[in-house]
């Protein structure tokens, strides 16, 4: 199981060089058979793959993944090396990133992978959302206001629980995740509520904010501007 924030955050972006005029990325990959014996470096004797699990299947053999990343406009490439690496397929309704956001109560919801995935994908509501303010490229911890996530209830019921208003001192969240927050709740009943529930919290806290005496302009990223 993962958060719907593991679905946006902790990726990193494979970057060009500052002067490439054409960013692309042309990717191949290429799967191979590799025997994993090697000379010893006294007697020059071939000694078989030896793995640390004991546990392994692979004896004196393993696949080998390669993945190239070229780009012909900054003569740049990546190249990624891995052992019995698992290969999936996935159309955007398993995976989620790549998803247009919904847009309720003003804010942005992008789909993101379900904490509690069993049945989801034959739900009404199949996906767990992060919250933006605005409508943005690629969504960062700097940008997320708020995350909705899919429960149940005592009864099994559905009902959606949420995490609004950033703060790095906040109770609720996973740390790991780079985001925690100051407010929560369990009671909404639909993705809407949920979503008006996050913005009634981001405009409280942009209410507290202008009534201490700061513009605007002074609200911290993650708030809600006015205006």
């Not at 507290?208 to 513009?215: D, E, F, L, P, V």
């Amino acid at each position: 199981m993962t958060t719907a924030l593991d679905t946006y955050l902790g990726w990193e972006q494979l970057t060009h060089r500052p002067d490439c005029k054409r960013p692309a990325w042309v990717a191949d990959i290429k799967i191979t058979n590799t025997y994993a014996s090697r000379s010893h470096y006294r007697d020059d004797e071939a000694r078989k793959h030896e793995c640390p699990n004991e546990d392994c299947g692979h004896s004196g053999s393993f696949e080998e993944t390669t993945v190239r990343l070229v780009c012909a406009s900054c003569s740049l490439a990546y190249v990624i090396r891995g052992e019995d690496v698992r290969h999936s397929t996935e159309p955007l309704r398993y995976l989620r990133y790549g998803l247009p956001p919904r847009k309720l109560a003003g804010l942005f919801l992008w789909p993101a992978e379900p904490f509690l995935d069993f049945g989801r994908l034959s739900s009404d509501e199949p996906d767990d959302f992060v919250v933006t303010a605005s409508k943005v490229d690629r969504v960062t911890a700097a940008d997320v206001v708020g995350v909705i996530q899919q429960g149940r209830g005592k009864r099994g019921g559905i009902l959606w629980a949420a995490l609004a208003v950033p703060d790095p001192a906040g109770q609720y969240g996973l740390s790991y995740t780079g985001v925690k927050f100051a407010a929560a709740t369990d009671v909404p009943r639909t993705v809407a509520a949920a979503a008006k529930w996050v913005a009634a919290r981001l405009a409280e806290k942009t209410t507290r904010i202008a009534g201490c005496g700061h513009s605007a302009d002074e609200v911290p990223a993650g708030g809600v501007r006015r205006g």
